[in-house]
């Protein structure tokens, strides 16, 4: 299910209402445990890297944030061209350091051909305004918090990666 519910997250209506219900939970859950202060390092020992362009992108920090909450080792990685271009030793290198791919700001085309040459799980801009993922956010049930989105992102983390 894993790599499944990554590549259906690039468009609302890839995924499932299975899907949608199980990243809904996990995200009341990730909420209901952070807000008692029985939030767990669920990603613990995993390495997740963001490549984005732009140092101060808000998305991109707010992803740094959720996966860091976790216990993830998160590395921000520029991506420039050199990473992409010749036999792919770039991308098999991303693929052995990391254990998931946050892309803000990166063209879609790029976006799709890491997802299918890499065997780790590429986001596109989980964050970013306008993401499928924030369709979910009225879905979650309890009292709205600011931080919402965040724990929608830590349920895809969760659900791929953990």
Do not use: W
């Not at 468009?11 to 952070?34: F, M, Y």
């Not at 040459?117 to 600011?146: C, E, K, N, S």
């Amino acid at each position: 299910m894993k790599s499944f519910l990554n590549q259906r997250l690039l468009s609302a209506e890839g995924l499932t209402p299975a899907d949608a219900r199980s990243l809904v939970d996990t995200a009341v859950s990730l909420r209901r445990a952070a807000q008692s202060g029985l939030a767990q390092p669920l990603l613990r020992g995993k390495n997740i890297a963001v490549l984005c362009v732009d140092p101060a992108c808000r998305a991109a920090a707010d992803f740094d944030k959720a996966a860091s909450l976790l216990g993830a080792r998160v590395s921000r990685v520029q991506p420039d061209q050199s990473l992409f271009n010749g036999e792919g030793s770039g991308v098999r290198m991303l693929a052995r350091l990391y254990d998931a791919i946050e892309c803000d700001e990166l063209p879609a085309e790029l976006v799709q051909r890491l997802q299918r040459q890499i065997g780790v799980p590429v986001y596109d801009g989980l964050l970013q305004p306008g993401h499928p993922l924030g369709a979910l956010l009225a879905q979650m049930q309890g009292p709205a918090t600011p931080d919402d989105a965040l724990y929608l992102a830590q349920a895809v983390l969760v659900q791929t990666v953990g």
